[in-house]
């Protein structure tokens, strides 16, 4: 029998021994019953399971038929405990931004924030890191620092209001210009529940409060 996996899209972290799923493709938060969640701990556990069992599953629109051998939670569900630094990580040093930063900066700015709400989770992710990746800028002089200086006096003139989805998908596409390559950090809270999203590059939050931050459990991690 094949094994299971998470879909692509699909992240999933643990929390007070519970399971939570974010399904990018559908735009939502999940929580698997009890009896799911048995099953999907003995998988990791390189249990067998009943034909029936592995099919309901899959049957939530969260798992897959998977051969590599990879651990069925994926990579968010072992590691990226901390999604910062440990004791907050120093940013390179850099040069200062120039003008045409703060143009391209509110561009990305205003493209994401008026997709906000018109288009799917989904297709904002797959064009932010579509952007991302078309490294129009190379060049020595122009690094992190000085670019979020001026992403971050920009955002000023935006809705800041729920808006940390529309402002992480803008700094990726926007650090992505420059060659510079992030990642998009989704985590939850639980009691009550709250979600966030940020950038990171390496084990750095880009533009956050360190703090707020750790408070989070990274469930998705998309690069």
């Not at 809270?189 to 459990?217: I, K, M, N």
Request: hydrophobic fraction near 40%; glycine fraction near 12%.
């Amino acid at each position: 029998m094949a094994g299971v996996g998470l879909r692509p899209g699909v992240g999933c972290c643990e929390i007070g021994g519970n399971l939570y799923f974010l399904d990018s493709h559908r735009d939502r938060y999940v929580r698997i019953s009890p009896e799911l969640q048995a099953i999907v701990h003995r998988l990791e556990g390189g249990e067998d399971v009943e034909p029936a069992q592995v099919q309901a599953l899959l049957a939530t629109g969260l798992f897959g038929e998977d051969r590599t051998g990879s651990p069925i939670l994926g990579p968010t569900s072992i590691g990226l405990s901390s999604p910062v630094g440990q004791g907050g990580a120093r940013r390179p040093r850099v040069k200062e931004a120039r003008f045409h930063e703060g143009i391209l900066a509110s561009l990305y700015l205003g493209l994401f924030h008026m997709l906000a709400k018109r288009i799917s989770l989904r297709k904002s992710i797959a064009l932010a890191i579509w952007l991302s990746r078309r490294g129009f800028w190379r060049s020595s002089e122009v690094q992190v620092d000085g670019l979020l200086g001026t992403f971050s006096r920009v955002s000023q003139l935006f809705p800041k209001r729920n808006t940390c989805l529309a402002d992480a998908l803008a700094l990726k596409a926007y650090l992505g210009f420059y060659d510079i390559q992030t990642s998009l950090i989704f985590g939850i809270q639980t009691s009550p529940f709250r979600a966030h999203c940020w950038v990171q590059q390496g084990e750095v939050a880009l533009g956050q409060d360190l703090e707020v931050v750790r408070s989070f459990h990274p469930v998705l991690v998309m690069s």
